[in-house]
């Protein structure tokens, strides 16, 4: 009896170490899981935090070239709103005006350039095409050639060419006459452009002394000096004043190329008709 008590309580020692090694495992296990959850909740924080961090990275760049790009547009539109705003501020009547000069004045210049372009002589080429034309069929093959070519010059030759018959005296006398009316159309509405040169500053000075007369106008209303009254008067004065001379200097620079233009074209006609003369000579001569 007392052996089997013995075993029976030998056996639920046995047991009982048996559960509560059982239990601390188990106790482990579910520890070590919760380190290895906790650890990876850590570890996916931090690479939340660094993948926020890299997108922030990146996008730092993005907003920095979106801000110049609006810094740029910015500018230029700003620029286009200072000459739009400055225009309205010179005042509509006389800015307009001033305007309205520019433009023309740019037309006529255009129209100028452009016909003496067109009118500028190849001398050479067709003083050489007018002497093989005098050597090959005489005076009608040559008047045909300047009946062909485009110019003042040729315009002048064959007015030489007719009076040939006549003598040498007749060809210079006509050269010199019908040189003169193509000189006039090359110079045809060139005074309009000084005209607009002289005119633009001076609808800028009247500007100003309107604006002047405007500013103490105010002070006289306001009794009292105050430079908000003063500076209305003097900004438009000075913006026409600026606009005015700003298109008196861009007339004044394509009159210049113009009358530049027409003297060459002058020398050129009057060094072709020289030798002009000089071929008929030899060709009467022959």
Known sequence: MKRALSILAVLAIMFGTTDLIAQEEGSGDSTNTEETAADSTAMGTDSTATDSVTAEAEEAPAEEEATETEE??????????VLKEKFIEGGAGFMGIVLIALILGLAICIERILYLNLATPNSKKLLAEI????????VEAAKEVCRNTRGPVAS?????????????????????????????????????????????????FMGTVIGMIGAFDAIEAAG??????????????????????????????????????????????EDASITLVDLLIRYEKK
């Open 156 to 204: 002048i030759f064959y007015q030489g060419l007719e009076r040939s018959e006549e003598g040498i005296e007749m060809v210079e006398k006509s050269i010199v006459s019908y040189g003169s009316v193509q000189m006039g159309l090359l110079e045809r509405n060139v005074s309009w452009i000084s005209l607009f040169i002289a005119l633009a500053p001076m609808l800028g």
């Open 72 to 81: 740029v547009a910015a500018e230029e539109q700003t620029f286009h709103q």
């Open 224 to 269: 009292d000096i105050s430079p908000s009254l003063v500076a209305g008067g003097i900004k438009v004065a000075l913006l026409t004043t600026v606009f005015g001379l700003i298109v008196a200097m861009i007339l004044q620079i394509f009159y210049n190329y113009i009358i530049a233009k027409v003297d060459s074209i002058v020398n050129s006609m």
């Open 131 to 138: 002497e093989s034309a005098l050597q090959s069929g005489g």
